[in-house]
């Protein structure tokens, strides 16, 4: 071991107890709903019930559970869109206004 790599070393240890710190906190991520739920708190400017909150919590996650479903499903490359626009009625009469 070199001088130059002793005292980098020397150098280091206090930063190990630090980053050990760290590493036995580790923050849970907190889930969408809960961030949504805050969002909707903040702008109604008044604090949600527990009832409110278990419901809201319960759409937000059967929501993204449907968005997941349908994240999954791979449409094909030139897919057709299901509708087609068409701003004049069947049988070629316009709408009077």
Excluded: C, H, Y
């Amino acid at each position: 071991m070199t001088r130059r790599e002793f005292t980098q070393l020397l150098l280091s240890l206090p930063l190990v107890s630090f980053a050990a710190q760290e590493a036995r906190q580790e923050p849970s991520e907190p889930s969408p709903e809960s961030a949504w739920l805050t969002i909707v708190q903040t702008v109604r400017g008044e604090s949600l019930d527990e009832e409110t909150r278990r419901r809201l919590s319960n759409a937000l996650k059967a929501q993204n559970e449907l968005l997941a479903r349908l994240r999954q499903f791979k449409l094909p490359e030139g897919s057709e869109p299901a509708f087609v626009f068409q701003p004049v009625p069947r049988g070629g009469k316009e709408v009077s206004r």
